[in-house]
């Protein structure tokens, strides 16, 4: 079945690194999508990457869609301490005509001031 | 976006007891869904519900254990039923606006559940 698979579980960084995290599925997807759960919260949604090789910015995060629409990434430049949480993509199965989202087990990002 | 309630925010229940999760939308939304999250992990798809229809539950969950119900398009109830403490966990709502296969999912704050 649909596998969504994500690196690493757990990123710890000093303030001003970057990080970086990735996602990878057993099958082609539909689109990618990414959120962000701050400790104690609930998941809110990022953004979605629909195109292969598509590349989206949102100030100092950025997201990528592989060209087979099998991987993506969200790398976050010069983290602050306001980036603690865990990320999490999820995919939608190219064959799935429900919005079934197939999530990755997150990546759990802490940020040392 | 969407406004999304939960009721309640958490509870500590007895083992072999019912408990009845209540997730309210402010605007009319297709998708509902409903997921659990262990603490430190995923979400895990539970089931979707479908207004007017018997919800659709994924591998390993049942209606037995967690009957839901769908009314109308900006309410939903997920029972779970006859608890363990295995069943203790965060329970999730999420709403999407579309049908279709590109639409992101809203979600609730979540229902802390503790079984004893």
């Known amino acids: 079945g649909q596998q969504v698979m994500q690196i690493p579980q757990y990123q710890h960084v000093q303030e001003g690194e970057d990080f970086t995290t990735y996602c990878n599925s057993s099958?082609?997807?539909?689109?990618i999508q990414w959120y962000k759960q701050r400790p104690g919260g609930h998941p809110v949604f990022l953004i979605q990457?629909?195109?292969?090789?598509e590349v989206k910015k949102q100030k100092r995060l950025t997201f990528q869609f592989g060209e087979a629409k099998k991987n993506s990434s969200l790398h976050i430049t010069a983290t602050q301490t306001t980036d603690v949480g865990t990320y999490f993509c999820?995919?939608?199965?190219?064959?799935?005509?429900?919005?079934?989202?197939?999530f990755g087990r997150g990546t759990q990002l802490t940020v040392w001031p | 976006s969407a406004v999304i309630s939960q009721k309640p925010s958490r509870d500590i229940c007895q083992r072999g007891t019912s408990l009845t999760i209540q997730c309210q939308v402010d605007?009319?939304?297709?998708?509902m869904f409903w997921y659990r999250q262990q603490p430190g992990q995923s979400l895990t798809l539970i089931a979707t519900?479908?207004?007017?229809?018997?919800?659709?539950?994924e591998s390993g969950f049942v209606i037995d254990k967690f009957p839901i119900s769908r009314p109308n398009l900006t309410f939903s109830t997920l029972t779970v039923s006859n608890m363990s403490p295995e069943d203790s966990s965060i329970y999730l709502c999420?709403?999407?606006f579309g049908q279709g296969r590109d639409n992101e999912q809203f979600f609730g704050p979540g229902t802390r559940l503790t079984v004893l």
């Open positions: 999420s709403v999407a």
């Open positions: 099958t082609t997807l539909s689109n």
């Open positions: 990457l629909v195109k292969s090789g």
């Open positions: 999820a995919g939608t199965d190219r064959g799935s005509t429900l919005g079934r989202l197939y």
């Open positions: 605007s009319q939304v297709t998708m």
């Open positions: 519900a479908n207004q007017g229809s018997e919800a659709t539950y």
